[in-house]
Structures are given as structure tokens and as C-alpha cells.
Nanobody, 114 residues
Framework: VQLQASGGGLVQAGGSLRLSCAAS????????TDWYRQAPGKQRELVAG???????KYIDSVKGRFAISRDNAKNTVYLQMNSLKPEDTAVYYC?????????WGKGTLVTVSS
């Protein structure tokens, strides 16, 4: 079982990006999926999460700007990021509970220029 995060890149402040977190392999169940980020010199922090049933959560700094969603048919979770700010610059990671085990994907770099 693998998670593949993609969609990062360089964007100007105020711009948008959509990150994808795709699960592959022998999958029986996917539960909660979370997006984390780690900026240089800072600890990894939880940005947004979505439960298997669709409930969502966000840290205060991204509320109203980011939206997490899932496509169960594609085993993919998305993070739509709008009104990006330089302080959103970080490596973004996804984590999902797959077959009752926690799985991490490799990060994708998001750089927001001022």
C-alpha cells in the first residue's frame, strides 16, 4: 500500500494550488486522511483532515482558504488551497489510515512567493 502526494509547486501570493493524495495497492479500507506540512526550521503540523464519513477539520490559519475533499472511487484525497500566503510555504505530507494502519506519503513542496 502506498500514498502518493502531488500537486505542489511555485505560486505567487494570492494564487491557488490543488494537492492530491492517491492511495494504491491492496486496499480494503481507507479511514481518516490528514494533510500535514513542515516549514523549514519548524515542526510538522496538521493542516486539515477528513474522516471516512466526510467530516472535516482545519487549523485556524487555513480556515476559509483551504478545502479538503475525497473521491472514494479514486482512493484520492484533495487539498484545494486558495489565497495562498508566503507563510503557507512548506513541504506538505498526507497520512491515511489504510487497512487500519497509518501510512505516510512522500511530501510535495509548496512555495508561495511574495
Amino acid at each position: 500500500v502506498q500514498l502518493q502526494a502531488s500537486g505542489g509547486g511555485l505560486v505567487q501570493a494570492g494564487g491557488s494550488l490543488r494537492l492530491s493524495c492517491a492511495a494504491s495497492g491492496n486496499i480494503f479500507s481507507i479511514g481518516a486522511t490528514d494533510w500535514y506540512r513542515q516549514a523549514p526550521g519548524k515542526q510538522r503540523e496538521l493542516v486539515a483532515g477528513i474522516l471516512g464519513g466526510g467530516g472535516t477539520k482545519y487549523i485556524d490559519s487555513v480556515k476559509g482558504r483551504f478545502a479538503i475533499s475525497r473521491d472514494n472511487a479514486k482512493n484520492t484525497v484533495y487539498l484545494q488551497m486558495n489565497s495562498l500566503k508566503p507563510e503557507d510555504t512548506a513541504v506538505y505530507y498526507c497520512n491515511a489510515v489504510i487497512n487500519r494502519a497509518s501510512v505516510w506519503g512522500k511530501g510535495t513542496l509548496v512555495t508561495v512567493s511574495s
